[in-house]
């Protein structure tokens, strides 16, 4: 699957200042290399998360596009949207998503619910559980995890449905250096298999992996 943007940015407008708006994200050319890690650094506030949520379906640009195999992502409805990230995209959101009604299993089958096929799932998500390192936490209620935990059961239910494009913001935010290397192995397979996988982040520990390595400052996206 090929995602890229033309010219996309996004503006914001504000009611005070010497400017009655600001830009997010400058307008920017850019590509997602099939079968790559690409990366993302930058500091707190710099535009990735803004810039990432665009790539994902979540925000519309102000202007330019996201094409998704040529496709305006945005010229989609969002039921159409929501059917495409599902299927085809697995996101790794900084915040923390479990929902605690339901067990650790529970919530990385929820992808494959949609499609009716979470029977047929079960066995990739003991796998990918023993990947992350939290096989021994199946059946145990997500309100119960650590931090770390809880991000590796987002990893997880990320890649329950193999999806093309893997986007993750901060996905080793809360993890310890084992169980960093734990995800990142597990992304650089994903990549090696030919998925698209974009991290943002400021862990270093992530940099070895990359094949590709961009910055972001003040909204302006550069290739290192």
């Known amino acids: 699957m090929k995602l890229k943007t033309e010219n996309a940015g996004r503006m914001y407008f504000r009611g005070s200042g010497n400017k009655n708006y600001f830009y997010a994200v400058k307008a920017a050319d850019f590509s997602l290399e099939e079968g790559c890690i690409t990366v993302i650094t930058g500091s707190s506030g710099s ?17 330019g596009r996201v094409l998704v195999d040529e496709r305006d992502m945005y ?36 992808p494959a619910v949609m499609y009716g096929r979470a029977d047929e799932k079960k066995h990739q998500a003991k796998e990918l559980l023993e990947k992350t390192g939290i096989a021994e936490l199946w059946n145990i209620y997500s309100n119960e995890l650590s931090g770390g935990e809880l991000r590796r059961m987002s990893v997880a239910r990320a890649l329950i449905n193999d999806p093309a494009v893997i986007i993750a913001d901060e996905p080793t935010g809360d993890l310890d250096g084992e169980a960093t290397s734990l995800v990142m192995e597990l992304l650089s397979e994903r990549a090696k298999n030919g998925a698209s996988v974009l991290i943002v982040t400021h862990d270093s520990e992530v940099l070895p992996y990359a094949d590709r390595v961009f910055s972001m400052e003040k909204g302006v996206l550069k290739k290192i």
């Not at 535009?47 to 202007?63: D, Q, R, V």
């Not at 010229?75 to 059917?83: A, I, P, Q, V, Y």
């Open 47 to 63: 535009g990735k998360t803004t810039f990432i949520n665009m790539l994902s379906g979540l925000l519309a640009p102000s202007e």
């Open 75 to 110: 010229s989609l409805t969002d039921k159409e949207r929501s059917l495409l990230r599902n299927r085809s995209f697995g996101i790794i959101p900084q915040g923390q998503t479990g929902l605690q009604c339901l067990t650790v299993s529970e919530n990385v089958l929820l």
